[in-house]
């Protein structure tokens, strides 16, 4: 008996080395490609990403194409990035619960079921593409786009019926707008723009409160009145607050500048302990410290496991959390010959991200609930039968008591905009970035035929940790 639980002891803890290999948050198992891309090394970054071709035929599948896309967009690079971001787009439409590792996750943890990708992260998909075509200049192509995204958000809309939740979102519609006012669809842009104003007002005032970028209002009663909708064009501007607004036309060139400010949060794991309770065919678990409390019936359960689910008393769960890397740079503004101007918030990625968490909070909850009590109940089970066994069994339990923590980490923390009027010909603008007392500039140049839209994004991956990069492309 001593010889035998040697050997266990032994094994126990060479399995308990292996496990914890796996057990790194998905930031941290790729910490390589992480680093790299934070300091703004993207040509690194690339190889690094790109080396470990296997992660294409993973779990982790949909998070390889949309690094791949958004990678090779900030190096020029559209086209192939485009090639990235299809796969990537395709992955979500075709994606179907494979229902046996759902099964097998309830008896280890969640990272062996594929990665879905997050509800805002297959809107960002479009985005990136849309961007990508209209910088080859095929506006067409980003219409097609446009058209995906608005299929993507009746999804959404479907899926979630509480208004609570987030299931609109303003900045694609905006994005919509501005691609078919590109393209001189002048009463389709309208439209985009007026869901984009719905969504604002109706949404995410509430959810996020956000105000609606003055921008947006500039564009909507522009593209009302080139559409030829008086009363409309009269209605919004009362209902705006812009009697003193008319439609002036210009001469020149646009430019549409994108600043993507800072880093998307990150995954973590949040260890929390439960308290169990059972009650007739119910069990309850109690969190007191949050005051949470989650009832489960026992009705389809056998009665060995309504016993041992009956006889926990407490035990720890590792569930998902989002943690924000804040933006560096506060503001920022684009000076041009004529006039200084804001850049408005378009899109805080941020809160949404944890606001689509949030959302479905109770459902991961519960299904890290039910996993980690099986699991505790199972080992019980067999402590009774052999306790060596049984202990082996707890080690492999605690190791594999793990969140799932994948996420689309290279995403910006938020998105701003303005729209510049610019000159025929020649010009170039400054961009004034701001932290406190710091201000960094970065000045473009442009050449803008006349009615010419042009579309430029900025990329600062500045937070509030180590220095990191910028790229305007």
Known sequence: MRFRSKHLAKATTLLALWLTAGCASYYQANQSFNQEFERGN?????????SNTKEANSKREFLYYVNNGLVLSMTGQYEESNRYFEKAYLFGEDYRINYLNEVASYLTNPTITTYRGEDHEHLMVLYYKAINYLKLGNTQAALVECRRVNTRLQQLSDRYSSNEKYQRDAFIHTLMGLIYESDKDYNNAFIAYRNALAVYEEDYSRLFRAHTPQQLKVDLLRTAWLSGLTEEFEFFKAKLQMPEYEYKPHTGGEVIFFWHNGLAPIKAEWGLTFAVNKRDNWVYFYNEQLGISFPFSLDGYDQKDKDGLGNLQIFRVAFPRYLERPQFYSQATIATNEAELPLQLLEDVNQIAFKSLQQRMHLELSKALIRAALKKVTENQLRKEDKALGS???VINAI???ADTRN???????IYYTRLALPEGKSSITLKLQTGAQTDTHTF??????GQILFHTFSSLESRYPNYGQFGY
């Open 408 to 414: 689309w980490q290279t995403l910006p923390h938020s």
């Open 392 to 394: 082996v069994l707890g």
């Open 42 to 50: 993207l040509q690194a970054a690339l190889a690094t990403l790109q």
């Open 445 to 450: 140049n442009y050449q803008l035929t006349r």
């Open 400 to 402: 594999t008591e793990k």
